[in-house]
Every structure is written in structure tokens, then in C-alpha cells.
């Protein structure tokens, strides 16, 4: 079922805390379960179905998605929209999700993390720092890193994809907002150079770009 991101209503607000840096809510409806930032909608889950992907970049995401995967890193979990998604998917399969953000962690545990079930092993963690830091081997790797700005620039610079490349054994999905076509060529570049071939694939009325790559031997 979708989430109108034109046209959605709260009926209750489960969660509130404001920052310095930012604020977080998570409200709810009849039909949905969301987590805001800052008042945009970081992820949307269907209380009918919770493996269910509400927003559309996110079905693109799904689209490029391999035939199987086994060992799965999400860097950027947010409510955990493709995390329940992968777990429907491919039960069997082992999954990592990292983020930087201690309180995100805890809200998806709370109010967004389906149970009984399968509970992927979360990690509160830089994204770089667990790439260098883990000796582990990935078929699919799923890279969603924000903050109040947009994608943050680490996103945009050598090191991280290099550590991606020693970790990764398969598929890389990327989804990037950039702010400038520059920007967007540098991830495109980055990609392609320490990766492996990379497609960049836009979202219809979004500023959502979803990058895709498959590791190339070296």
C-alpha cells in the first residue's frame, strides 16, 4: 500500500524528541507507521504488511535488487523499510544494519522492527569506521546514509567506496540525493572506479538517483 507523501495525516505521534541538530517523530495513521526528520519522511511502514515498500525510490531499489542474496549490510537503516523487505525476501539470509544514530536504532527496535520474526544484528557504528573495522564478505551491500544536509560527504569521496570494494562480493545499491550534477558525477565516478560498472537509475519526480553496481574482480 503506498504512502501519499503528497496528502498523509497523522492520527497519533508515538515518538517525539528535538535536538540542536535535529528532530525526530514517529506518527501513525489507520493505514501506516512513519518516521520524520526534521518534518520529511525518512520511512513509511504499512501496519497491514510491514514488509511492504511505501516510497517510490524504494521500489526502485527493489527493482535492481539480485536473484538471491545470503550476507547483507545495510549502511543507513532509518525505520528499516527494505531491512523488513530483505527479511520477507530471503529469510535465510544474514543481515548487518549500521547506523550512526543511537536513537534511530532504538525506534526501529521500538516501533518498526516486525515480531516475532527475523531481527537483523544492528550495529551503532560510523559507516567507514565498520567497513575498515570488519572482516566479514557481503553478496549484497544497500548504502542509504543521510543527514540534515542530504547525503553526507563521504559519500562523494575515495575512501569509503575503496573499503566497499574490499568488503563486498556482489551487488552495491546506492541511494543518493545529490544536490548538484557534480555531485552526482563524483559518485557515478567513484563507483565505476573502485566497484565496478555502475548504473545511475532517477525516480520520477523525486530527486532520488539510485546508483548500481556489481563488484568487479580485481
Known sequence: MDFNLQAYQADHLLHLSVKAERRLCVLENGQHRWLEMDGVVQSAMSLADPATLCLPHQRYIAAQLPAQASRILELGLGGGDLSRHLAARWPEAQQDC????????????QF???????RPKLHHADALQFLLQSQDSYDLVLLDLFNQDGNPLLLFQAPLYQAL?????????INL??????????ALRLASEWVGPTQ???VPGYRNLILHTTRQPA
Request: charged share 20%.
Open 98 to 109: 549500521v547506523d550512526l544514530d543511537a536513537e534511530i536504532l532504538t525506534l526501529f527496535q
Open 112 to 118: 518498526f522492527q516486525p515480531s516475532p520474526g527475523h
Open 165 to 173: 570494494a574490499r568488503r563486498l562480493c556482489g551487488t552495491l545499491i
Open 177 to 186: 540525493l545529490p544536490r548538484t550534477r557534480l555531485e552526482q558525477e563524483q
Open 200 to 202: 545511475a537509475h532517477a
